[in-house]
C-alpha cells in the first residue's frame, strides 16, 4: 500500500510570490491534514479537510488556504510569501477524522519551502 | 494557545541507559499520541493513550498518559542507537485539533 505522497519535495520561492503544495493521501483515506513544521514554533495545525470540506482550521493568516478533491487528494496553498513562510509542510492522511483516536494519522515525508 | 511542553528539550545518551521524556500540559486531552520521526521524514505514529492513568509498552518503551489526563511520559529502557529521533507528543483537544508538543530530541551513541 502506497503512503502518503507529497510533492514537490523541495520549493524555492521568492517573497510575494504563491505557492501550491500536492498531497495524495493513502488510498481509502478521507481526512487530510496539514502542518507547518519550523524549528522555532514546531509542529502547528492548518487545516484538516474531510470529505471536501474543511472541518478545522489552525491559527494561520489567511494567505493559507487548502482544499481537497473527491479522491481525497489535497492542495495547499500560500500566497503573498513572507520569509517568515519558509518550513517543513507536512501532510497526514487518515481513515476517518482526527478526533477517532483509532483512527491514527500517516504523515507523509513533507515539502521543504524555503523564502528568499 | 494550548501548549504541550516536553522536556529535556534534547537528550544525549550512551547505548543501554534507560531515560524518560515528559510531556506537559495545564489542559485536559481526550487522547494523547506519542510520534517519532527521523530526519527527512514525517512524524510516525508510536502509541496512542486514551484513559487517564493508562500505561501501553511497547517493546522497550514504556508510556503513561496522567490521572487527570493533562500529562503523559514515555520511557525507554536500554536504549539503542535506532531509538535516535525526535519525539513528538501530541493531545487531541475539545476543539477536536491535535496539538504537538515541542519535541524532544535523541541521540543514542553507540
Known amino acids: 500500500k502506497a503512503g502518503v505522497t507529497q510533492t514537490p519535495r523541495y520549493l524555492i520561492k521568492t517573497r510575494g510570490q504563491q505557492v501550491t503544495l500536492s498531497c495524495s493521501p493513502i488510498?481509502?483515506?478521507?481526512?487530510v491534514s496539514w502542518y507547518q513544521q519550523t524549528p522555532g514554533q514546531g509542529l502547528q495545525f492548518l487545516f484538516e479537510?474531510?470529505?471536501?470540506?474543511?472541518?478545522n482550521k489552525g491559527n494561520f493568516p489567511g494567505r493559507f488556504s487548502g482544499r481537497q478533491f473527491s479522491n481525497s487528494r489535497s492542495e495547499m496553498n500560500v500566497s503573498t510569501l513572507e520569509l517568515g513562510d519558509s518550513a517543513l509542510y507536512l501532510c497526514?492522511?487518515?481513515?476517518?477524522?482526527?478526533?477517532?483516536?483509532?483512527?491514527?494519522?500517516?504523515f507523509g515525508n513533507g515539502t521543504r519551502l524555503t523564502v528568499t | 494557545t494550548q501548549l504541550l511542553e516536553q522536556s529535556p528539550q534534547f537528550l544525549s545518551i550512551q547505548e543501554g541507559e534507560n531515560l524518560t521524556v515528559y510531556c506537559n500540559s495545564s489542559?485536559?486531552?481526550?487522547?494523547l499520541q506519542w510520534y517519532r520521526q527521523e530526519p527527512g521524514e514525517g512524524p510516525v505514529l508510536l502509541v496512542t493513550?486514551?484513559?487517564?492513568?493508562e500505561v501501553k509498552k511497547l517493546k522497550r518503551l514504556t508510556f503513561q498518559f496522567g490521572d487527570a489526563r493533562k500529562d503523559s511520559s514515555l520511557h525507554i529502557t536500554a536504549a539503542q542507537p535506532g531509538d535516535t529521533g525526535l519525539y513528538l507528543c501530541?493531545?487531541?483537544?475539545?476543539?477536536?485539533?491535535?496539538?504537538f508538543g515541542t519535541g524532544t530530541r535523541l541521540q543514542v551513541f553507540p
Open positions: 497526514a492522511s487518515s481513515l476517518e477524522v482526527q478526533s477517532s483516536y483509532n483512527s491514527p494519522l500517516h
Open positions: 488510498s481509502g483515506h478521507r481526512s
Open positions: 479537510y474531510f470529505s471536501e470540506t474543511q472541518r
Open positions: 489542559s485536559v486531552f481526550s487522547s
Open positions: 493513550v486514551v484513559t487517564g492513568g
Open positions: 501530541a493531545g487531541l483537544n475539545k476543539a477536536d485539533k491535535l496539538i
